[in-house]
């Protein structure tokens, strides 16, 4: 069983940044793949970055490559989403996840967070 906390969300003005992270309790084995997903008021839950746990490969949507940075310190379980560029666009609740594999993470995670709210502002 993983558990998973969030923390970094909040409020920011247009090109601006913020930093969210995501703890993972309990044992993440090399296959693991962490990552984050978010979901704005009246959308569905979208994938946005991962990450491997063994080897620290990463995976990004389309719509944040070159803005966002995805990281993981393996030695504190914790999982890191750098947001630069924000827009307000990217205003959403965020999500993070977990599963036993990369693929597994982008189709159907199973563990998630409680999600952290991001809000841009104009």
């Known amino acids: 069983q993983v558990q998973l906390v969030e923390s970094g969300g909040g409020l920011v003005q247009a090109g601006g940044s913020l930093r969210l992270s995501c703890a993972a309790s309990?044992?993440?084995?090399?296959?693991?793949?962490m990552g984050w997903f978010r979901q704005a008021p009246g959308k569905g839950r979208d994938f946005v970055a991962a990450v491997r746990w063994s080897g620290g490969t990463t995976y990004y949507a389309d719509s944040v490559k070159g803005r966002f940075t995805i990281s993981r310190d393996n030695a504190k379980n914790t999982v890191y989403l750098a947001m630069n560029s924000l827009k307000p666009e990217d205003t959403a609740v965020y999500y993070c996840?977990?599963?036993?594999?990369?693929?597994?993470?982008?189709?159907?995670?199973?563990?998630w967070g409680q999600g952290t709210q991001v809000t841009v502002s104009a």
């Open positions: 309990g044992r993440l084995l090399s296959n693991y793949g």
């Open positions: 996840a977990a599963s036993s594999t990369i693929l597994g993470l982008r189709t159907s995670p199973q563990y």
